[in-house]
């Protein structure tokens, strides 16, 4: 099964859930600090995204839109 | 029918779909008689609360949903209900509560007294608001105001508080109902029940910008202003060619009465102003009577209340003489006659 | 590829005001997807807390109405008796319903008031500052049990739903969180299943959800979410607390 996530950076708060969680390792932390001051949550590495919703499912912020096959 | 009963069928002729109480001495016949006049009608719930302070909650959420709902206590009861009256006067939603007043401070008597008049007057709980307050002295006026109250609350969406007592609570006196039942009310535009067909909306008042509080606070005493102008209601008696004039409310201006008509009698002219709302008060009527004769005597079940309202209304205009008597405890017409006399011949009101 | 996952309809478009963490987002966001799927949008009426949840009129897109503290319960009582089609339930933090909302909370319950409680436990007060709440645990410090919660002196935790379900009137009580996708998922069939239980005028209904509090509990958000399950949840355990709905589990 293939998928990809969106993050929205200037809503994510750097809580780091979604890279806790997610079982491929899809997730990681950005370089550079949000509108807001936080250090948002980033896709690392798409191709290993199953489109499980995992990372959705536990993100606060509904920050992440998730698509799937 | 006791007075109590009267404003139980009042409500329910004025459409009151929600009764909201709690026992309490001196007005335990009124939430019994929604118990058996109310909760069983169609479209109406009764519910004896938890607590004074339950009740007036429930009062709100009934608001909120767009029902005329009613709460009823004493005077400790309503001390409880403080903060849920400035919810709803902060959150605009009309609301009638009932005070059968009784003796104060702390749990004091269970007999009549008139010492809640600050508390009803001033916005008894936080903040910047009124009420408007009715003050009625007979079993027909208790009636009477009610379906009043309950017009005036939906009219201005304010909360309107019946400022009674024991004496006029418990007394049986023969009682017309000059209104019917109505068929149903129009529900309010502002009510709560699901944003079907509109955008959703928010009842509330807590901001963290203060300047929309400000705004807030503008807006509610502009209403105000109107009500001022609109609903000042006030009894004159037997004011012609008056040289004293008596400024009593509720069961005071009942006993005050019998007094004033022996005074008469015996050659004294006096008469009396009695205030019907007691806010907004009739401060331009007071003045206005104050341009023929600068004498008053304020009579109140209390240590002395209204008595500011009269002495801020006239300033030096009057010379005002206060008698009170706390506690529950109830003067007889006679008592008051000795002290309409006194003060009348000490004056010299008879030599003018 | 085709979206699966997305804002329900009924969250308003606006950034949340809460801590990274917070579990309020969770249960503000898997309530308005129980809203949407059941079609609730348009019967609903909410009422929030004076609390961190002070403005969750921000974010639920649905009639809402303020509550004076603690007496959430009696306020949805009063709406729900004048007007029972709407839907109605009450959004409220552990001191709210249980400290100062205690009794109105037991008698709405007791009365069987046909609306839905939705109970965040934090066991702390956040809107003003981490003070104890019934809630706080055993040893556990807040800024007014600086030295741990010393039951001699300041009680115990209270398990307010245990004791709500000896209640005729209360017919659906569940104790949840919201610490992993899987309680995340549980928390959301819970609020369901209430609602259904007020739909089909059985009685009350609660949810109480174990929510992380990272900023009051002076930890990350990772550290908090553990943290409910090494810790809080052993004081509260999760679970079907009581279910005489007689209906099978909503899924």
Same mark, same amino acid.
């Given at each position: 099964?293939?998928?990809?996530?969106?993050?929205?950076?200037?809503?994510?708060?750097?809580?780091?859930?979604?890279?806790?969680?997610?079982?491929?390792?899809?997730?990681?932390?950005?370089?550079?600090?949000?509108?807001?001051?936080?250090?948002?949550?980033?896709?690392?590495?798409?191709?290993?995204?199953?489109?499980?919703?995992?990372?959705?499912?536990?993100?606060?912020?509904?920050?992440?839109?998730?698509?799937?096959? | 029918?006791?007075?109590?009963?009267?404003?139980?069928?009042?409500?329910?002729?004025?459409?009151?779909?929600?009764?909201?109480?709690?026992?309490?001495?001196?007005?335990?016949?009124?939430?019994?008689?929604?118990?058996?006049?109310?909760?069983?009608?169609?479209?109406?719930?009764?519910?004896?609360?938890?607590?004074?302070?339950?009740?007036?909650?429930?009062?709100?959420?009934?608001?909120?949903?767009?029902?005329?709902?009613?709460?009823?206590?004493?005077?400790?009861?309503?001390?409880?209900?403080?903060?849920?009256?400035?919810?709803?006067?902060?959150?605009?939603?009309?609301?009638?509560?009932?005070?059968?007043?009784?003796?104060?401070?702390?749990?004091?008597?269970?007999?009549?007294?008139?010492?809640?008049?600050?508390?009803?007057?001033?916005?008894?709980?936080?903040?910047?608001?009124?009420?408007?307050?009715?003050?009625?002295?007979?079993?027909?006026?208790?009636?009477?105001?009610?379906?009043?109250?309950?017009?005036?609350?939906?009219?201005?969406?304010?909360?309107?508080?019946?400022?009674?007592?024991?004496?006029? +609570? =418990? $007394?049986? %006196?023969? !009682?017309?109902?000059?209104? &019917?039942?109505?068929? @149903?009310?129009?529900?309010?535009? #502002?009510?709560?029940?699901?944003?079907?067909?509109?955008?959703?909306?928010?009842?509330?008042?807590?901001?963290?910008?203060?300047?929309?509080?400000?705004?807030?606070?503008?807006?509610?005493?502009?209403?105000?202003?109107?009500?001022?102008?609109?609903?000042?209601?006030?009894?004159?008696?037997?004011?012609?060619?008056?040289?004293?004039?008596?400024?009593?409310?509720?069961?005071?201006?009942?006993?005050?009465?019998?007094?004033?008509?022996?005074?008469?009698?015996?050659?004294?002219?006096?008469?009396?102003?009695?205030?019907?709302?007691?806010?907004?008060?009739?401060?331009?009527?007071?003045?206005?009577?104050?341009?023929?004769?600068?004498?008053?005597?304020?009579?109140?079940?209390?240590? +002395? =209340? $209204?008595? %500011?309202? !009269?002495?801020?209304?006239? &300033?030096?205009?009057? @010379?005002?003489?206060?008698?009170? #008597?706390?506690?529950?405890?109830?003067?007889?017409?006679?008592?008051?006659?000795?002290?309409?006399?006194?003060?009348?011949?000490?004056?010299?009101?008879?030599?003018? | 590829?085709?979206?699966?996952?997305?804002?329900?309809?009924?969250?308003?478009?606006?950034?949340?005001?809460?801590?990274?963490?917070?579990?309020?987002?969770?249960?503000?966001?898997?309530?308005?997807?129980?809203?949407?799927?059941?079609?609730?949008?348009?019967?609903?009426?909410?009422?929030?807390?004076?609390?961190?949840?002070?403005?969750?009129?921000?974010?639920?897109?649905?009639?809402?109405?303020?509550?004076?503290?603690?007496?959430?319960?009696?306020?949805?009582?009063?709406?729900?008796?004048?007007?029972?089609?709407?839907?109605?339930?009450?959004?409220?933090?552990?001191?709210?319903?249980?400290?100062?909302?205690?009794?109105?909370?037991?008698?709405?319950?007791?009365?069987?008031?046909?609306?839905?409680?939705?109970?965040?436990?934090?066991?702390?007060?956040?809107?003003?500052?981490?003070?104890?709440?019934?809630?706080?645990?055993?040893?556990?410090?807040?800024?007014?049990?600086?030295?741990?919660?010393?039951?001699?002196?300041?009680?115990?935790?209270?398990?307010?739903?245990?004791?709500?379900?000896?209640?005729?009137?209360?017919?659906?009580?569940?104790?949840?969180?919201?610490?992993?996708?899987?309680?995340?998922?549980?928390?959301?069939?819970?609020?369901?299943?209430?609602?259904?239980?007020?739909?089909?005028?059985?009685?009350?209904?609660?949810?109480?959800?174990?929510?992380?509090?990272?900023?009051?509990?002076?930890?990350?958000?990772?550290?908090?979410?553990?943290?409910?399950?090494?810790?809080?949840?052993?004081?509260?355990?999760?679970?079907?607390?009581?279910?005489?709905?007689?209906?099978?589990?909503?899924?």
């Amino acid at each position: 099964m293939k998928g990809y996530i969106e993050i929205d950076r200037e809503l994510c708060k750097g809580c780091q859930l979604c890279q806790t969680f997610c079982p491929k390792a899809v997730i990681g932390v950005h370089s550079k600090v949000n509108a807001a001051g936080y250090v948002p949550a980033v896709v690392n590495e798409n191709g290993n995204c199953t489109g499980c919703g995992v990372c959705a499912i536990v993100c606060p912020e509904v920050a992440i839109e998730v698509y799937r096959e | 029918m006791t007075g109590n009963g009267a404003i139980g069928e009042a409500a329910i002729r004025a459409g009151c779909q929600c009764y909201f109480g709690y026992p309490i001495t001196p007005q335990n016949e009124l939430t019994e008689y929604m118990a058996k006049n109310l909760s069983r009608r169609k479209g109406c719930s009764f519910i004896q609360a938890e607590s004074e302070i339950s009740a007036i909650n429930m009062v709100y959420g009934a608001s909120v949903a767009g029902v005329r709902a009613m709460t009823s206590s004493s005077s400790p009861g309503i001390s409880l209900k403080q903060e849920g009256i400035s919810y709803l006067a902060a959150c605009e939603l009309p609301a009638v509560i009932v005070n059968m007043s009784r003796g104060g401070p702390g749990l004091g008597s269970i007999s009549a007294a008139q010492s809640d008049y600050f508390q009803a007057t001033r916005g008894g709980g936080h903040g910047d608001y009124r009420t408007i307050v009715l003050a009625p002295s007979s079993v027909q006026e208790l009636a009477d105001f009610t379906h009043r109250a309950f017009e005036l609350a939906d009219k201005y969406l304010i909360p309107v508080i019946i400022l009674g007592d024991g004496m006029l +609570g =418990q $007394m049986m %006196e023969p !009682v017309e109902f000059k209104h &019917g039942a109505p068929e @149903e009310l129009p529900v309010r535009s #502002r009510a709560l029940r699901g944003a079907k067909g509109r955008p959703s909306r928010i009842i509330k008042t807590f901001t963290s910008n203060p300047a929309e509080l400000e705004e807030l606070n503008w807006s509610l005493f502009r209403r105000y202003q109107l009500i001022k102008k609109e609903e000042t209601t006030c009894e004159t008696f037997m004011l012609e060619d008056v040289r004293l004039i008596v400024v009593a409310f509720g069961i005071a201006a009942r006993i005050a009465k019998g007094a004033i008509k022996n005074a008469r009698a015996d050659g004294m002219k006096v008469g009396m102003l009695r205030p019907i709302t007691l806010w907004p008060f009739p401060s331009e009527k007071l003045q206005e009577l104050a341009k023929t004769t600068r004498h008053f005597l304020v009579f109140e079940m209390n240590m +002395g =209340q $209204m008595v %500011e309202d !009269v002495q801020l209304a006239l &300033g030096d205009k009057g @010379e005002i003489t206060f008698y009170g #008597r706390p506690g529950g405890v109830i003067s007889t017409p006679s008592e008051i006659l000795r002290v309409i006399s006194r003060l009348y011949y000490k004056n010299g009101l008879d030599k003018k | 590829m085709k979206k699966v996952y997305s804002r329900p309809k009924s969250l308003k478009r606006r950034p949340f005001h809460y801590c990274p963490g917070c579990g309020h987002s969770i249960v503000h966001r898997v309530t308005c997807e129980v809203i949407d799927e059941m079609n609730l949008q348009e019967r609903t009426v909410g009422i929030p807390p004076p609390g961190c949840s002070v403005f969750a009129y921000h974010y639920f897109d649905v009639d809402m109405a303020e509550s004076a503290h603690g007496r959430g319960a009696a306020v949805a009582t009063g709406l729900k008796r004048a007007y029972p089609e709407a839907i109605v339930f009450t959004y409220q933090g552990d001191g709210d319903l249980a400290a100062i909302g205690t009794a109105e909370t037991i008698h709405a319950a007791n009365r069987g008031e046909k609306f839905t409680a939705i109970f965040i436990n934090n066991a702390v007060y956040g809107m003003t500052g981490g003070q104890m709440a019934p809630t706080t645990l055993e040893k556990m410090t807040t800024t007014t049990t600086p030295y741990g919660r010393d039951p001699v002196l300041e009680g115990y935790p209270i398990r307010i739903s245990e004791m709500l379900a000896l209640l005729k009137g209360a017919v659906y009580i569940e104790r949840t969180a919201v610490n992993s996708p899987a309680h995340i998922q549980r928390t959301k069939r819970a609020i369901r299943k209430a609602f259904q239980t007020q739909i089909d005028g059985l009685g009350f209904s609660l949810v109480e959800v174990l929510s992380p509090c990272p900023t009051n509990w002076k930890m990350t958000p990772i550290e908090a979410w553990r943290w409910v399950d090494d810790v809080m949840s052993k004081e509260f355990p999760l679970g079907v607390i009581k279910d005489i709905t007689g209906a099978r589990d909503a899924d």
